[in-house]
């Protein structure tokens, strides 16, 4: 019985020191802006979490990635301009983005909204969470796009929201 009680003793001292430690972890992270020139936008990045790769040759955005060297956090622009030039609506962007996303099979579009300047799509794809923001600013469509592991959803949470306000 003795050991039994301790068995459990030691799982709540474990649980919750998991949950503190996830706590601090969110509580002492360093958000770093990164603004880009070209397209006018900014966003706040964690610094513990993502390493920023060099902004791209043509100058539209940046990759950060993980400690395990994978792709987190893309964020570029381009111009509201299909192949012939015409301009492009917010509207015929998200449809389009849609549209994309649902070709690929192993995309589950799990929340989808738009609104006056914004439009936001989220869900799991290739077996992990992603949240994409785009905004129509200056006559072009910024991109900002997070994407995790299902068991880095705890922290994640938290950053995306932070992220996503910052995106501006």
């Known amino acids: 019985m003795q050991k039994i009680c301790f068995f459990f003793a030691l799982l709540i001292v474990n649980l919750g020191y998991g949950q503190s430690t ?10 770093e802006p990164y603004c880009n020139v070209r397209f006018q936008y900014c966003v706040d990045y964690p610094k513990q979490l993502m390493t920023p790769e060099p902004e791209s040759s043509n ?8 400690q395990k060297n994978e792709e987190t956090l893309r964020v570029f622009g381009r111009n509201n301009l299909d192949a012939e030039g015409r301009t ?14 649902a070709k690929n ?3 589950k579009i799990t929340y989808q909204k738009r609104g006056k300047t914004f439009f936001v799509i989220s869900g799991y794809k290739n077996g992990k969470i992603f949240y994409q923001k785009t905004i129509l600013k200056n006559d072009a ?5 997070l994407q995790y592991d299902e068991n880095e ?6 950053v995306s929201t932070n992220i996503f306000k910052s995106f501006k």
């Not at 959803?153 to 938290?158: A, E, G, H, I, S």
Request: no cysteine.
């Open 22 to 31: 996830n706590s601090i972890v969110q509580a002492n992270l360093d958000y």
């Open 141 to 145: 469509f910024a991109y900002a796009i």
């Open 59 to 66: 100058g539209d955005g940046r990759i950060f990635i993980n």
């Open 88 to 101: 492009i609506s917010l509207k015929q962007q998200f449809d389009a983005d849609l549209k994309s996303l």
């Open 105 to 107: 099979t192993a995309t």
């Open 153 to 158: 959803r705890t922290v994640f949470d938290k």
